[in-house]
């Protein structure tokens, strides 16, 4: 099936830098992708569409001035959290739809410390 | 798109079939029910969807009752690898636009 590559797979930062994590699609093109965020023992929940050349779509609650999502490439999306703070701490998913089925990223297991 | 009820959890001994249920009671006539699971600390993996009629892969069965109100998702020989959260989604298969939405799931032990 198609591959989508997301890096890096988890990453350890300070209160108050910022994190980028990168999404590939590795053998198709992606107009969209979906940007998901997954807390212990729960399921994931939506944080952000991820439109290429255009604006992200963010979920209610989902604050889009800490969660900054670029799409400028058809195979790439990224998500920076910035000003991290300890509550940001979670498990980060992308994905994308090449067709009727939707392909996740290995996910990105983020700690601020 | 229609809403899915798993049982939170289950066991199964390694080396037997493990089935999963889903019920979907609100299920449309054109949505699909997909299955996908999570390993732990990984992206959840695709394994089989349908629309009315069984299907079969490498991975799996999916058994979809004639009144398409639930199914079955059948790992045929468990082994410990397949222990993860499995979940049922039902959707419309054409709308590549639209993110899929996960429920709690069903938290799979394949015990030795």
């Known amino acids: 099936g198609a591959v989508v590559s997301q890096h890096p797979s988890r990453v350890i930062c300070k209160s108050g830098t910022s994190v980028k994590i990168e999404c590939r699609s590795l053998d198709f093109q992606a107009t969209t992708m979906f940007w998901y965020r997954q807390f212990p023992k729960k399921s994931l929940m939506l944080m952000a569409t991820?439109?290429?050349?255009?604006?992200?779509?963010?979920e209610q609650g989902v604050e889009k001035d800490k969660f900054l999502i670029n799409h400028a490439s058809l195979t790439l999306s990224t998500l920076t959290v910035t000003s991290a703070h300890p509550e940001d701490s979670s498990f980060y998913i992308c994905?994308?739809?090449?067709?009727?089925?939707?392909?996740f990223g290995q996910g990105t297991r983020l700690t601020v410390v | 798109d229609a809403k899915t009820t798993q049982p939170t959890s289950m066991d199964c001994a390694e080396g037997r079939a493990a089935n999963l249920p889903c019920n979907h009671s609100?299920?449309?006539?054109?949505?699909?029910v997909y299955w996908y699971r999570q390993i732990h600390s990984q992206g959840p993996q695709y394994i089989i969807h349908?629309?009315?009629n069984n299907e079969t892969n490498e991975m799996a069965s999916l058994i979809i009752t004639e009144d398409r109100k639930s199914s079955t998702l059948i790992l045929p020989h468990a082994t410990l690898r397949d222990t993860a959260v499995y979940y049922c989604i039902v959707r419309v298969a054409d709308n590549y636009g639209q993110n899929f939405v996960f429920g709690p799931g069903t938290r799979l032990s394949v015990l030795p």
């Open positions: 349908g629309l009315k």
């Open positions: 991820s439109n290429e050349g255009s604006k992200a779509t963010y």
């Open positions: 994905s994308a739809n090449p067709g009727p089925t939707a392909f």
């Open positions: 609100t299920i449309s006539g054109n949505e699909y």
